[in-house]
């Protein structure tokens, strides 16, 4: 479908819902990943919330497959799934043998996952929001550049099953079953289970083979709720995610086909749970805790020559693997104020906790050119102290002041002799104020300082001033208006956003060339001076009838100054790694009233620099994504497509000598992004 005839099913659809009978009000959306429950339209920040009936009609396996909804949001792959993510220009590509300081956070139902983005499998997931900026406050260290926060659906109050089918190209196929209900008179339950699997999209020739970067990919996750009285509910979840991958992404001819003879793995088995508790017994406060835990297992690996023994001269070939260990415990107590709590005659709202993380990290890498092991251990602990007021001053006008004081202290030992210990003292808050005006319309203007904390470069290779880098700082100046019109039928949100970093931590590279001609890639992370992100986002939902328009935009400039890459070039006024111009999704559904529904998204995103390390970009893109279906009392199905257009557009790209046909000419190498996917959907309501 061309965009034209989309521009076409859109006008007729608004002039159906035009005639039609009248709107239903858009239902409030309520964010669960602030400090207290709210409601999407009282924040005076920008974030996008994705819920459960989007993701069905996607059929959104990752959250790869939403982030195109979001504004200003990026990711980088470089492995089976996008791993590495960026909002607003900010965020890692990759990661070798270094340890790495996420600069977006991932939690999902309270459990800390930043870095390790594989584990993001959405069955029964019920929402997914993304908040954009800096979230000191909030999170500290690991959100410098956002935060994404998850939750999966909890036990429901009415027993209730359904059973999931999928099948679609590419020999994938997908099994899903969800139970949830009461056990007792104060104890309900839930239990989700899926097993999703695909030969992936890329075909080996030298091997024959269709499947060597293949999904497999399994999540099982058991809920309890605990509520003996009114004051008191406890949830804790258990759950193992086992992503069983294969990587075979990059050719030499930088299309899906390969040649490797030995191809990667990305594998994550993930084992994980959360006890999370609120007592509102006080008077004045009520009382949360949280206690997470998650152990990966993860490898990580690939055939670096790409090709084949006898393809390349000297019988040159090459594997690299990491093997990483990762244990990550998190621990909060939170206070939160009441109504009969409230500060300065009753009129300012409070929230006040500590923090503590403890990560254990042991890297195992297994590479051709080394003769023996290497071997790191990396520790770091984190303790935070935080709070928040909310002031309600005037009838309609609102100052929100937050500030989060942080303890960042990390070991490294690796078997080449390397350690470090870095300690920083980090603070990170916000000053906003907001304006209610009528019943229906928010203004606001905050101020928010985000941090990011210092680190090293593992690699023994690299000169002793490369070897460790500082802390970065960010601000972020935003004015933002968010509101409902028209009886509630339509809700919009726009911000405009200027962030400068100071001390920047940039991932650039070296590329060296053996005496055989090939090349080897060396990443390492160091301080610019300082840089400007600044742009727009805006997102809008219009409900007409039996007929739903939205959108969002994100337009994003971003550039260096004073900033020399790893080659010695200059990169200053040069925009940043995965930072697009522009970003826009848009669309329309229609719902009847006997449960059929018809939905067609478009999403687009600019062309975007790869690296800090040379200048070569991706294309700009449209991905065009269409549903339909029917959804019955006991029974739904539905008939879906990603990227119907069958659009090429890149995830990641590298510039570096591989190829002996070209003398081992550095050139680009990219990896592909989702081809044109369709299937169907079957679920059983029991």
């Known amino acids: ?26 239902e409030e959306i309520v964010v669960r990943g602030e400090l207290r429950p709210a409601g999407i339209d009282e924040l005076p920040s920008s974030l996008t919330v ?24 990026n990711y980088a792959a470089g492995a089976s799934r ?10 890692e590509t990759g990661q070798f043998i270094e340890p790495l300081n996420a600069s977006v956070g991932i939690i999902i139902d309270h459990v800390d996952f930043s870095g390790i983005g594989a584990v993001t499998t959405l069955y029964d997931a019920e929402q997914v929001e993304v908040f954009r900026g800096p979230q ?35 020999g994938t196929y997908s099994t899903g079953m969800r139970a949830s209900g009461p056990l007792t008179d104060t104890l309900g339950g839930r239990l989700s289970i899926q097993r999703y699997a695909g030969d992936g999209y890329v075909d080996n020739d030298y091997l024959g083979r269709d499947d060597t970067n293949d999904f497999d990919e399994t999540t099982v996750r058991g809920k309890l709720r605990y509520a003996p009285n009114a004051d008191t509910t406890v949830n804790v979840m258990a759950g193992r995610v086992d992503i069983d991958n294969g990587y075979d992404a990059f050719s030499l001819d930088n299309s899906r086909d390969t040649r490797s003879d030995e191809p990667g793995r990305d594998t994550q088995d993930t084992r994980f749970g959360s006890a999370h508790a609120v007592y509102g017994g006080f008077e004045r406060f009520a009382v949360e805790t949280t206690l997470a835990y998650a152990e990966s297992d993860i490898a990580y690996g690939y055939d670096e020559d790409w090709s084949y023994v006898g393809f390349h001269p000297f019988e040159y070939q090459s594997t690299d693997l990491y093997l990483r260990d990762r244990q990550t415990t998190t621990a ?27 990560q254990d990290e042991r890297l195992d890498r297994h590479y051709t050119f080394r003769s023996d092991e290497f071997r790191s251990d990396f520790d770091m602990r984190r303790i935070a102290l935080f709070g928040q007021t909310e002031t309600l001053f005037g009838a309609a006008n609102t100052l929100t002041v937050g500030l989060r004081v942080e303890r960042h202290d990390a070991d490294y030992r690796d078997v080449d002799g390397a350690q470090f210990d870095p300690r920083d003292d980090l603070w990170g808050g916000r000053i906003a104020i907001d304006r209610l005006i009528g019943s229906d319309t928010l203004i606001y203007l905050s101020l928010a300082r985000g941090y990011k904390a210092g680190g090293f470069n593992a690699d023994a290779s690299l000169p002793a001033d490369l070897r460790s880098y500082d802390p970065e700082i960010l601000y972020n100046l935003e004015t933002g208006v968010k509101g409902s019109w028209l009886d509630d039928t339509l809700t919009t949100r726009a911000a405009l956003f200027y962030m400068w970093r100071e001390d920047m931590q ?88 006997r449960g059929f529904f018809l939905r067609a998204e478009l999403e687009g995103k600019d062309a975007f620099y790869f690296s800090d390390s040379h200048d070569d970009q991706s294309s700009d893109y449209r991905l065009l994504h269409l549903s339909m279906g029917f959804d019955a009392k006991h029974w739904a199905v539905s008939l879906w497509g990603r990227n119907l257009s069958d659009a090429t557009y890149e995830v990641r790209g590298y510039h570096f000598g591989n190829d002996p046909r070209i003398d081992y000419e550095p050139r680009t190498y990219t990896q592909f992004g989702e081809p044109r996917r369709y299937g169907a959907t079957v679920h059983w309501k029991l």
């Not at 034209?4 to 819902?17: E, F, Y």
């Not at 996008?82 to 965020?91: D, M």
């Not at 939160?336 to 923090?355: A, C």
């Open 506 to 593: 940039l991932a650039t590279s070296v590329v060296r060339v053996r005496p055989d001609g090939s090349s080897q890639f060396i990443e390492f992370t160091g301080n610019a001076a300082e840089g400007r992100n600044y742009g727009l986002e805006g997102e809008f939902e219009w409900r007409l009838a039996q007929v739903t328009l939205f959108g969002s935009l994100g337009l994003l400039d971003t550039q260096y100054n004073d900033f020399v890459n790893g080659e010695g070039r200059r990169l200053d006024g040069r925009d940043q790694t995965h930072a697009p111009a522009y970003q826009f999704y848009t669309g329309v559904e229609f719902e009847s009233e």
């Open 50 to 73: 994705i819920g459960a009936d989007v993701i069905e009609r996607r059929n959104a396996q990752h959250l790869e497959n939403l982030l195109g909804i979001a504004p200003n949001v």
């Open 332 to 358: 909060e107590l939170r206070l939160v104020s009441n109504p009969d709590g409230r500060l300065f005659g009753d009129s300012t709202e409070w929230v006040t906790g500590v923090y503590a993380l403890n």
């Open 1 to 26: 479908m061309t965009l034209s005839r989309l521009t076409l099913l859109s006008s007729l659809a608004l002039t159906v819902c035009l005639q039609a009978a009248a709107a239903t009000p858009i």
């Open 136 to 170: 000191g406050t909030l999170y500290g260290a690991n959100a410098l550049a956002g935060l994404i926060n998850i939750t999966t659906a909890d036990p429901g109050d009415a027993a209730q099953a359904a059973i999931d089918l999928e099948a679609a190209n590419y």
């Open 82 to 91: 996008g791993r590495y993510l960026q909002i607003r220009g900010i965020g």
